[in-house]
């Protein structure tokens, strides 16, 4: 029972040292007094783990969380926008299609079959021209707000009890507001 408590703790900690997923490009753009996000997720964030979740037959859900925040010197950073998209991946062993499933803030947005894990990693690879609201009550400026990206692949249990998530963490990039 040692060894395999062990054995265990062991292959944990080695997933901490595996080389995770990153954030690639965060670009913004400012039209109509909205700000609109986009962003990529570098090669190789389709690990075997990613790959074997997303041809089994239950759901995968890739979740991105963008968030525009405001510096606040001396005391915690405030969130000023935030919005939550989520990819929901299930794939039809009968038809031989990943039916994918796009939720923005909880409201569904896009619902479509691909044919071609090449196609779904195209898909699961960034996020295009999120609108993350007005800027009207923000402050113009350099240098007084920052905009971050985080991806969540999968949602895991070691030993079915100690959560265990792979994601890219907190990406930061600076927002000159208009």
Wanted: proline residues 3%.
């Amino acid at each position: 029972m040692k060894r395999l408590v062990l054995i265990a703790l062991l292959a944990a900690g080695l997933s901490v040292f595996a080389k995770s997923p990153k954030v690639g490009d965060i670009s913004c753009a400012f039209e109509n007094l909205h700000l609109f996000a986009s962003f990529s997720m570098q090669e190789g964030f389709l690990t075997p783990d990613v790959l074997e979740s997303l041809e089994s037959t239950k759901p995968t859900t890739f979740t991105y969380e963008v968030e525009v925040t405001k510096k606040r010197i001396g005391w915690f950073d405030k969130t000023v926008l935030r919005k939550v998209v989520e990819k929901t991946v299930t794939y039809d062993n009968l038809t031989r299609q990943y039916d994918v499933i796009t939720i923005l803030d909880g409201e569904e947005k896009e619902r479509f079959s691909l044919t071609s894990i090449d196609e779904v990693a195209a898909v699961l690879g960034g996020v295009e021209r999120v609108d993350m609201g007005s800027v009207v009550d923000l402050m113009p400026g350099e240098k007084a707000y920052y905009i971050r990206v985080r991806v969540t692949l999968l949602k895991n249990f070691v030993l079915w009890i100690i959560p265990s998530d792979e994601d890219t963490g907190w990406k930061e990039k600076e927002l000159k507001t208009p």
